[in-house]
């Protein structure tokens, strides 16, 4: 019997050897998790007997159990490099099959399908309207995440938003008898009193220069000296540089009014310049403005220009923007910390390519390991739950980082020599017994 204790010994120190070695061994493997070898006790007993000076019959190996404690974050320059800040798994198509990992090493494949390095696809909710940046998610099923690598479409511009400040006791300049300028010329730069520009694009991604130009409304002269302005009117003239020879640009001049506080009162509502497009070079078949949802049609821009102030003494543009962009070429992916993957494009849109499902269990214990990092489900494990990074329990993900084994490789070395320690004390016993059986003989 004391051979059969000590052999049982040998084995359960063998057994933690081999558990704190695989720790050991896989300290730099992303997204490991520790194991630790759990140990029973072995009691032989006759059945029905009840004995106060039954001696056991050694220990055996109960259970291998990981731990899913939190790994440190490391730090990669790779946006597809992601890590869980949490709980939580990601979730692999292995072809057909799902799986369930910890590591976020994630590549591109030859399709364009974000996978690991077995080969296995990212999992995602895919967006209702693919593009657009505040699109929701179908969170009803999972599927495939795929980089587009195509062009970013054009947008035409729509609007334009002006807020800028004119000179409240400007004057009309004075044209070359001295009697005060009431037609713009935008090629003599003395026939208006400010102008600024900003650049619009067409439905095909062109970019074309439209100019405003202000002109305080005012009359008198020659002499100039003469010139008197209406202290809180002005014209604006609005143009757009491409203007092919013998054409007209109707439409273009509206009226300003302020009140005594430098606030627009007039016109109410945005400005509307027509601009006839096929006029412009390039011609080249595209429309600048919105469609109209019901009839299709093209509408105008429109100029908001709310924002017109009349104070002091000086001009100044605090912002002129405008709503469209130029074709864009893709310049990286990026992941947020909600697990939203957005196209980078160069003309500064970005567009949704889906969002990242983690999923949890109830006993991660319970899983079945896989190797490469994976898991599979069991009926221990309890049934999956998926959800978004940082809902529920879940955590959030890190783009550009990487979770690293939790292995503490200090108090591993301590195990080693724990585990050696043992296994030597259960080889004594053996040679004690084997002593005591050769007294034995020897009598």
Known sequence: MPFRIGLSGLNAAA??????????????????????AEFADVFSQAYGGISKTAIGSGVRLAATTQQFSQGNIEYTENALDLAINGQGFFVLNDDGGRVY????A?????????????????????????????????TGQLTDLQL?????????????MATLNLVSDALPPADETGAAVTVVDVTNPDSYNYSTSVTIYDSLGTPRTMTMYFLKTGSGGPPADDIVSDPLKWKVYMELDGLTTGATTPGQEFDLEFDSNGQLVDPTGPLVPDFPIADYEP????????????????????????????????YSVSDLSQN?????????????????????????????????????F???QGLQQLGDNNWAETYAAGDPVFGDPGTSNLGLIQSGGLEASNVDIAEELVNLITAQRNYQANAKTITTADEVTQTIINI
């Open 101 to 104: 990992s910890r590591a976020g």
């Open 283 to 314: 011609t080249n078949g595209a429309t600048i403005g919105g469609i109209d949802p019901i009839t299709g049609d093209p509408v105008p821009i429109q100029v908001d220009v709310s924002g017109l102030t009349q104070y002091g003494t000086q």
């Open 148 to 160: 587009e690598f195509g062009d970013n479409a054009p947008a035409s511009t729509e609007e334009v």
């Open 324 to 360: 469209g962009y130029t074709t864009g070429r893709l310049s990286g992916f990026d992941v947020d910390q909600t697990g939203v993957v957005f196209a980078r494009y160069s003309n500064g849109q970005s567009g949704v390519l889906g969002k990242v499902a983690l999923a949890n």
């Open 15 to 36: 057994a933690d050897l081999e558990v704190t070695g695989n720790n050991i061994a896989n300290t730099a493997t992303v997204g490991f998790k520790e194991s630790r």
């Open 362 to 364: 109830k006993n991660p």
């Open 106 to 138: 994630f590549q591109i494949n030859r399709d364009g399908y974000v996978v690991n390095t077995s080969g296995q696809r990212l999992q995602v909710y895919e967006p209702v309207d693919k593009g657009v940046t505040d699109t929701k998610f179908n």
